[in-house]
């Protein structure tokens, strides 16, 4: 999925926590949501804050869909709660291939 294609339909499915999303869908809106953040907060950071609190709108049912396509239930997305490990764990599994059910 192309880069803009990935980043409309993560804020288009921003209340949908059913289904799944596969690897590239999850990395290509992170990636897109990474350039808006930046170019946003070059003009303002006002303007960047309110984009950051916002974009958890489509970021959290984008975790959970990710979760869910590599066979783990949300809870799992507390486990970034835990200092440096959690993050470096939820990359990891967000790295995983997707299983085929």
Known sequence: MPLIDAYVAGW???FDYEGRSNRGDY???VLANL???LIINAISSKL???YAVTSILPGL???IRR???IG???PWILIGLIPIIGGIWLIVLFCQPSITA
Do not use: E
């Open 12 to 14: 288009q499915r921003s």
């Open 27 to 29: 990395w290509w809106f």
């Open 72 to 74: 783990k239930a949300w």
């Open 67 to 69: 979760l869910r396509d």
């Open 61 to 63: 049912p984008l975790v």
């Open 35 to 37: 350039i808006v953040a």
């Open 48 to 50: 960047y804050n309110i």
